[in-house]
């Protein structure tokens, strides 16, 4: 194929991927309040500025990949001589020699669904097919002067809970930050990012967490003030309960997940 990478490990990788998505929801929860069970655990990430003090308690899914089981990033050259198109599907599944029906053609075909639905109104966002194409994007957001800064939630223990009760430890910390983008790895058998910037309000927070088995995590989450656009169809209004625009909706950030705010200038 003229490519620098191996379609066996892409495989592999695309597998163990897929194989952590169709089990999470599997694992055992941790002492989960019984009105939440028949939620997906995955949706268990929404709250609201109310909840974000210290001392509170909430149910949070946090999931946890090897990050060394990740699809590879490609190379621009390499990614941009891939096609990346619904229309083209069946092209890609005989190029990575996948069949139709199989669980890894299911993953590509939700990723591009995913990457090919329209942005809403006030909001920018691409599927990065490599690195470059994802700091292109970052640039383009913030300006080509512009420095910024990688934020990610972090574990500082470890264990194999994905879902229990987690309390905030400490008073949560703002992070002032005109813009921000946000960046989502998605299945693929090489690696895609899903970033996303929205001009509507949004406040940042780093957040000091401590589950009820022992686990510590310093977690990044985002508060968007403005949800009058976003799809009721939005799994934050079925978790809170709200309607679209009636009221602001705060999120956890996954650990693999990437948060781009301009760094702080200082004047003399």
Known sequence: MGLRFSVWNLLLSL???????????LHDSHSIPSHMNHMDPSTMVFFTLQDLKIGETMPIYFRKRDPSAYPQALPREEADSIPFSLKQLPYLLQFFSFSDDSPLAKAMEGTLNHCEVPPIEGETKICATSLESMLDFVHGTFGLETKF???????????ATIFQNYTILQ???????????ACHIMPYPYAIFYCHSQMTENKLFGVSLGGDNGDRVEAVAVCHMDTSHWSRDHASFRVLGIEPGSSHVCHFFQADNIVYIPAPTYHD
């Open 15 to 25: 597998l163990f991927l897929c194989a952590q998505v169709l089990s999470e929801n």
């Open 171 to 181: 008073v949560p910390k703002p992070m002032v930050s005109p813009k921000m983008v």
């Open 149 to 159: 800064q990688v934020l990610s939630t972090k574990f500082l223990t470890k264990s």
